[in-house]
């Protein structure tokens, strides 16, 4: 995994579904985090917004660090039909994929993408449900399924490779 084979996906961290959220405001946190961290390896990002008629746009908190990303909205519960072309056009064998509702949308986007032969990885803080019974059994779900269910740490860590990395330093600062 390096970050010129990996991508990141947000999906449906949205303004009418977040209260609803098991420890929102860490959740939102943690996302935060972590796309920064992406930002620093350059790590390309593509948003997904389920139905937002209906649940609104994704929360500014989010949204604002992502200004330019491009936002898929969709009626699936898989995002993977809306992020084809974006994973396709930068040759994506690596997904990292974040967002709500584990137990649903989270679930049947890796799980399709498993299918599809990409590798996916999920910081568990990076994703969660309404109830976190729901988040704790699709995790086990989709650890079964080949997801590597890890942590931001983890992972921003793995992109880097070696603390002689140009973004090392700002990582670093991110995670204390």
Known sequence: MTPENTVCIVVDIQERLAPALHEAEAFTAACRLLIQGLQALNVPMMITEQYPKGLGATL?????LLPNAPVGEKTLFSAAPATADFIREKQAQNI????????????????DWRAQGLNVYLPFECATSRNPANKANALEQMRAAGVTVGNSESLLFALMRDA???AFKTISQLVR
Not at 60 to 64: H, V
């Open 60 to 64: 500014p908190a989010i949204r604002l």
């Open 96 to 111: 990292v994929l974040i967002g709500a509702e584990t137990h649903i949308c989270i679930l049947q986007t890796a799980l």
């Open 164 to 166: 002689k990395h140009p």
